[in-house]
């Protein structure tokens, strides 16, 4: 697991929410407006960045079931402005049927949108900056659920 550097700060918790059909893993990613990611929040100063990213998928996607057989391990991504990062976790879900909750006062529900993609398709969605994240799940993937989260 990285370490913190006394210098980051966590500005935005996420989690990359995989999905196993029949053949493969897929990612849900979300638009909002014209920008894809994954589930992201922006956590309180005092916060868990996990907890905050786990209560915005279960608010903003309706997805429950959320487990975490990766454990707590998460990467971040490169640090822009004043050390600012975005920490992302990997999670599991048995669900594949996604309801969009758009949050009010946030644009209309033509602003955001869903879609389970596989690896090849989220990088031609997802910003270059993500591109360390979805690597890193992708590592994770590879080498299976570790034995003791089996």
Known sequence: MPTDSPLTQVVAAG????HRDNRRFRFLTLRRFN???FVVAAPDEDADPRRAAIDEARELTGI???TFPWGDDHRDTLPVE???????YLA???TE???LQVHVGVGSEEDYEYRWVTA????????????IVLEWV?????????????
């Open 138 to 150: 992708l590592n994770q993937l590879a080498a299976g659920i570790p034995a003791q989260n089996r």
């Open 64 to 66: 429950t079931d959320l």
């Open 92 to 94: 599991q879900t048995e």
């Open 15 to 18: 989690l990359v929410v995989v």
């Open 82 to 88: 004043d050390n600012q990062v975005s920490r992302y």
């Open 97 to 99: 049927d996604v309801v």
């Open 35 to 37: 920008s894809w990611d």
């Open 120 to 131: 090849e398709e989220a990088e031609d969605i997802l910003p270059p900056r993500l591109a």
